[in-house]
């Protein structure tokens, strides 16, 4: 068992390496950072709900309240529970990286950037299909540029996309049993 769990810590050390030092070049070092920085999500995360608070439906207006439970369900899960389970050291604390932001100072496992974005595009696609074809590629995009930036080794991305997964699906059944298409009535009255 202790052989398995060493080829799986040495094989994500690997991948870490090949993403971080072997695919980094002048675009990705340009890129990967504004994609990931806590701010440009906040904000993207804040027009995103403004837009659908103004040109959704009354279903997809109920959903924004959905999207932020799915957010603190994914963080506190993700943050304040496992995290301090698994103890993880960032990358950027152990090893010899090309760190592109700053390190942080909590541990790794999982991403909570990967939790959050997976958690609200599989909520989405459950509610509303066609964003989740915008959302999903774009949860991807994310979790790739922590292991780019340097912050988090693939397993920790792959957990937390798991997480949030698993979260958006499960709060999406909770919508859809409260709020089905066919019930509710459109606004406007009549």
Same mark, same amino acid.
């Given at each position: ?27 990705? @070092? ?7 920085? @806590? $701010? ?31 957010? +603190?369900?994914? @963080? $506190? ?12 050291p960032r990358p950027c604390h152990t090893l010899d990286i090309r760190l592109l932001v700053p390190c942080g100072a909590g541990f790794s496992m999982p991403s909570s950037h990967a939790a959050n974005l997976f958690g609200q595009a599989f ?15 774009? +949860? ?29 699906? $499960?709060? +999406? ?18």
């Amino acid at each position: 068992m202790l052989d398995l769990i060493q080829s799986l810590i040495s094989a994500d050390h690997s991948i870490f390496f090949f993403i971080n030092k072997t695919l980094a070049n002048p675009v990705t @070092d340009f890129i990967m950072p504004l994609v990931t920085i @806590d $701010l440009h999500l906040k904000i993207f995360y804040g027009f995103c709900l403004a837009l659908i608070l103004w040109k959704g439906d009354r279903r997809l207006r109920y959903a924004v309240i959905f999207s932020l439970i799915t957010v +603190a369900a994914t @963080d $506190l899960i993700a943050s304040a529970f496992l995290k301090h389970l698994f103890a993880r050291p960032r990358p950027c604390h152990t090893l010899d990286i090309r760190l592109l932001v700053p390190c942080g100072a909590g541990f790794s496992m999982p991403s909570s950037h990967a939790a959050n974005l997976f958690g609200q595009a599989f909520l989405f696609h459950s509610i509303a299909r066609k964003i989740s074809w915008y959302l999903i590629p774009f +949860a991807i995009i994310v979790a790739l540029s922590r292991v780019f930036v340097g912050v988090h080794y693939p397993a920790d991305i792959l957990v937390g996309a798991a997480l949030g997964t698993v979260i958006g699906f $499960l709060i +999406a059944k909770i919508f859809c049993r409260i709020f089905p298409e066919r019930i509710i009535p459109p606004q406007g009255g009549g």
